[in-house]
């Protein structure tokens, strides 16, 4: 079966720390732009991170300096480390793959645009709270 899963999110107090994972079965990933996604309660979809053999690592500007992604070829899985974690990080977070650039997928608009991903995962939830 080809398909993401997420796995790592969880509960975690402000300026703790989590690892997300997102493993791929049934494709090489590093043929893909993979993206991280969240929604959080009452917002819009936006674009987190994204990574790719091509464009190497990218983020957005509220994660930046924070939150790390990286890839395992030979576990064919991407990573987001993420520090020093805000309320405001509390979100589902999605991974997808992408047959684009990695600054495209960042910026894909919260209803997807013109873009369509080839793989979603099914999210995982992180929540940030004392």
């Known amino acids: 079966q080809l398909q993401l899963v997420e796995s790592g999110g969880g509960l975690v107090q402000p300026g703790g720390s989590l690892r997300l994972s997102c493993a791929a079965s049934?494709?090489?990933?590093?043929?893909?732009?993979i993206g991280w996604f969240r929604q959080a309660p009452g917002k819009e979809r936006e674009g987190v991170s994204c990574?790719?053999?091509?464009?190497?690592?990218i983020y957005a500007d509220s994660v930046k300096g924070r939150f790390t992604v990286s890839r395992d070829n030979a576990k064919n899985t991407v990573y987001l480390q993420m520090n020093s974690l805000k309320p405001e990080d509390t979100a589902i977070y999605y991974c997808?793959?992408?047959?684009?650039?990695?600054?495209?997928?960042?910026?894909?608009?919260?209803?997807?645009?013109?873009?369509?991903?080839?793989?979603w995962g099914q999210g995982t939830q992180v929540t940030v709270s004392s």
């Open positions: 990574i790719s053999s091509s464009d190497g690592s």
């Open positions: 997808a793959a992408y047959r684009l650039r990695c600054i495209v997928v960042i910026t894909i608009p919260p209803d997807g645009g013109l873009y369509q991903a080839d793989y």
């Open positions: 049934g494709f090489t990933l590093d043929y893909y732009a």
